[in-house]
């Protein structure tokens, strides 16, 4: 008898990083329409938020995303980033909510920080804006590579009926299998960029040809020196003795309150020189560029835990 031959079964076609990270993302986000009555998606006009809403249009196409988008508006953001927000709810016809942290501080509710800054001021509108329409999961563009506080969030991240967060109170989410019921006047934050790093939102950003606002790219910049950082030159921005204004060569690799974010020298014009850009670096973007993550060891979790995103 002629010995038998084992045949090799043919290989699974292999995922790229990417297309494995899209159909994560997409996945979450089907999921959670599909278990929820009324979701919406925190939209800012960054990179995360940008390719969060890609992978939207992506998940229900050819219908039309089926849930609003909420800017919670500091008052002190980029106009080049607002000018892009607009542009693309204009374009996919979404409903946009926007809560102003003014509005908070014209009729007290509020009162500004000594430092100037605003981004945690932007706490208390969120809350009231998810309690105002009802909504009972916020997609958000947190990733877990930011920052120590962002890497203990689950991918479907329960809040109290305060809207606060417990670290020690998350689900387990073994298999991919995700638990977004709660109780009344709770509500769930999701975070379908959870596994992505930046190297990934831009790679993923170059092969679906995603556009951006062009802070993200080198420009040309009345900038400031601050704390080790370079601020945008701005009548939010006083200068203070010794600081002198500089016209350089400047990207930015998060957007936020004009007050608190900083930018780096670069040449990264494209989309390809920031891929390389950004692979060298050892530091995430908002510990290189956001001032309300230093303000203590703790700033982001504390700010979590109160209900900010």
């Not at 990179?47 to 995303?65: E, N, T, Y």
């Not at 409903?95 to 800054?117: C, F, H, K, N, W």
Request: contains cysteine; glycine residues 6%; negative net charge.
């Amino acid at each position: 008898m002629p010995p038998t031959t084992t045949q090799a079964a043919p290989a699974a076609s292999a995922l790229d990083q990417l297309t494995l990270l899209e159909a994560e993302g997409i996945h979450i986000i089907r999921e959670i329409v599909a278990e929820l009555e009324r979701p919406v998606l925190l939209f800012s006009g960054g990179k995360d938020s940008v390719v969060m809403l890609h992978l939207a249009r992506k998940a229900f196409w050819p219908g039309p995303i089926p849930f609003p988008v909420l800017h919670v508006d500091t008052g002190h953001n980029f106009a080049e980033v607002l000018a892009y927000r607009d542009a693309v709810v204009a374009e996919l016809g979404l409903r946009l909510i926007v809560a102003r942290v003014q509005d908070y501080i014209d009729d007290g509710r509020l009162l500004e920080r000594p430092d100037g800054t605003r981004n945690p001021l932007q706490t208390v509108p969120l809350l009231d804006a998810i309690v105002d329409g009802r909504f009972d999961a916020v997609f958000g563009g947190g990733r877990r590579d930011e920052e120590k506080a962002r890497a203990k969030e689950r991918v479907v991240s329960l809040r109290d009926e305060f809207g606060q967060w417990d670290p020690r109170n998350q689900r387990p989410e073994l298999w991919s299998l995700y638990n977004p019921r709660h109780r009344p006047g709770e509500h769930v934050r999701v975070f379908p960029l959870s596994n992505w790093t930046e190297l990934d939102v831009w790679r993923y950003i170059e092969r679906e040809r995603i556009a951006l606002p062009e802070l993200y790219y080198a420009h040309q910049r009345d900038v400031f020196r601050r704390d080790g950082m370079w601020l945008a030159a701005s009548e939010l921005l006083p200068l203070r003795p010794g600081e002198t204004v500089e016209r350089r060569v400047v990207r930015y690799r998060t957007v936020g309150d004009i007050s608190c974010t900083g930018a780096v020298e670069s040449d990264a014009a494209s989309v390809a020189d920031v891929i390389a850009e950004v692979a060298a670096v050892r530091i995430t973007e908002r510990g290189a560029t956001r001032a309300d993550d230093r303000l203590t060891e703790a700033a982001m979790e504390d700010r979590k835990k109160e209900g900010y995103f």
